[in-house]
T-cell receptor
Framework: DGGITQSPKYLFRKEGQNVTLSCEQN?????MYWYRQDPGQGLRLIYY???????QKGDIAEGYSVSREKKESFPLTVTSAQKNPTAFYLC??????????FGPGTRLLVL | DAKTTQPTSMDCAEGRAANLPCNHS???????VYWYRQIHSQGPQYIIH???NNETNEMASLIITEDRKSSTLILPHATLRDTAVYYC?????????????FGKGTKLSVIP
């Protein structure tokens, strides 16, 4: 069954802790994306990757890091430098220039 | 990407057609009109997109005006599961812009 999976569904972060959100796709898409959504707001782009071993910052990259070692995986690390990490995080993928398809999301909460 | 104007909210009776309008008067010639929806606490779901011609798929129909300044998404027989926020997004990924700009969208409530 093709699609995008994100885990975990809920994640709790303690002060000063780095946490990593997983995103996997089996759609054979070259491009992958991370967005952040705050309550009642639209999506904002954090990072995107057009190809393995390459990625670019989006509008709100500060306090986040990513890697793209495999085509199917694009994990996002929320570092301790991100002072307001509580949000709904969405991963998407697409063919080059194609329609973006989204995963189910991870909700990050700060303890 | 072009700016859009959508109604904040709409109601539709179950089984009736839901017609969701979007104004995108500043759309450029290469921008497609994409429609997504987001059910509460889920990821956005792609619905349909088009450039100039009307489009139809198993989920919906998209009507784009001849001047491309506005469009309408039509859900032919709305069900309770269609209750969601619907986003109209002009986008030209060929221009090297990868971010989809989600505005506030239209909150559609399907009423039993």
């Amino acid at each position: 069954d093709g699609g995008i999976t994100q885990s975990p569904k809920y994640l709790f972060r303690k002060e000063g802790q780095n946490v990593t959100l997983s995103c996997e796709q089996n759609l054979n898409h070259d491009a992958m994306y991370w967005y952040r959504q705050d309550p009642g707001q639209g999506l904002r782009l954090i990072y995107y990757s057009q190809i393995v071993n390459d990625f670019q910052k989006g509008d709100i990259a500060e306090g986040y890091s990513v890697s793209r070692e495999k085509k199917e995986s694009f994990p996002l690390t929320v570092t301790s430098a991100q002072k307001n990490p509580t949000a709904f995080y969405l991963c998407a993928s697409s063919t080059a220039g194609g329609t973006q398809y989204f995963g189910p999301g991870t909700r990050l909460l700060v303890l | 990407d072009a700016k859009t104007t959508q109604p904040t909210s709409m109601d539709c009776a179950e089984g009736r057609a839901a017609n969701l309008p979007c104004n995108h008067s500043t759309i450029s010639g290469n921008e497609y009109v994409y429609w997504y929806r987001q059910i509460h606490s889920q990821g956005p779901q792609y619905i349909i997109h088009g450039l100039k011609n009307n489009e139809t798929n198993e989920m919906a129909s998209l009507i784009i005006t001849e001047d491309r300044k506005s469009s309408t998404l039509i859900l032919p027989h709305a069900t309770l599961r269609d209750t969601a926020v619907y986003y109209c997004i002009p986008h030209d990924s060929g221009a090297g812009s990868y971010q989809l700009t989600f505005g506030k969208g239209t909150k559609l409530s399907v009423i039993p």
